[in-house]
């Protein structure tokens, strides 16, 4: 096993992938496959795990361990099974319908407690598997099966939970932007803590173009900015845009109408500038951040406290509990 050359083949099944043509979680899941051979892991220490939906369809295509578990309950699974064995690489695999409606409240705990998952949500803005019903994340005003005249519910954005919970990594890519996804799956998977991972995906059945204002090639760039770690943050299709300080908030600005000192610099480490970035839609006037939003590994994992926390008390009862249970047939605990 130790000669094995870890590559993205190496961890794909040979099971037929179900998922119907042009679906963007082709594309996902071979950036996932790249975040596993950053991690280094042989398979047979790897595992994912998957709630309900058409996301939930992973394990079957990795030749890992994985588990396909019930709607919404992926993540206290995959924090179970972290726990449980702290050496295995685990991966959630999501959707938003998942995630974020029937699986909110594991979703926010999860992160909140920042267990040593990779979690990959898979963002299509509908619910797939089960025929076309709207979701948290779906846009108000979107026609769907249950919202025949228009969704007239502000819809969440999961990066903006994710970080206002203390996310410690929290990225954004779009199936379309192969390249990306593979940086943000990489860096996901070399991070200690959650890694929260939130990629669109186009849903060619029942939100077919859900994405299209911000991946057409004539203006796409226009309506999205990828974010890169010390670097002025300008986009548009002639990098004719950037963010600037607006009081406490950020604004959209033509370069040639701010002094270039104005033009903010992205810092993954920045908290606070994280939520504002997390929470701009082009609606607002402000472009769709892509790539890593915030990514800082200073914060102490639940796994690594759990085992902390048993070793220490370990130390002061003198005895584990192995050694209680051989000492007779009655003890005190």
Known sequence: MADTQLTKKYFASNAEVMWCPGCGDFAIMNAV???????????????????????????????????????????????????ANR?????????????TAIGGNHFIHVIRRNVNLNYVLINNKIYGLT???????????????????????YPMAPAKVALSLGGTFVARGIDRNMKLNEEICVRGALHKGLSFMEIYAN???????????????????????ILRHGEKMIYGVDQQYCLVQDGFAIKSAR??????????VHDEKNAEMGILL?????????PLAFGVIFADDRK??????????????????????????????????
């Open 255 to 264: 370069v040639n109408k701010v002094e270039e000192a104005d033009i903010l």
């Open 300 to 333: 102490k994992t639940y796994d690594d406290m759990i085992y902390e926390q048993v070793d220490a008390v370990k130390v002061k009862r003198g005895r584990t509990m192995d050694q209680i249970m051989q000492e007779g047939h009655t003890w005190t605990v």
């Open 33 to 83: 496959r790249s975040g596993m051979v950053a991690a280094g892991k042989p398979r047979d220490e790897v595992a994912i795990v998957s709630g309900i939906g058409c996301s939930s369809r992973f394990p079957y295509y990795m030749e890992t361990y994985g588990f396909h578990t019930i709607h919404g309950r992926a993540a206290p699974i995959a924090a179970g099974l972290k726990v």
């Open 87 to 99: 050496d295995l690489d685990v991966w959630v695999i999501s959707g938003d319908g998942d995630s």
């Open 131 to 153: 025929k076309g019903q709207y979701s948290p994340t779906s846009e108000m005003g979107q026609v769907s099966k249950t919202s025949p005249y228009g969704v007239i519910d």
């Open 203 to 225: 849903c060619v059945i029942y939100n077919d173009g859900a994405h299209e204002k911000l991946v057409s090639k004539e203006h796409g760039a226009d309506f999205h900015i």
């Open 278 to 286: 997390a929470g701009m839609r082009p609606d607002i006037d402000l």
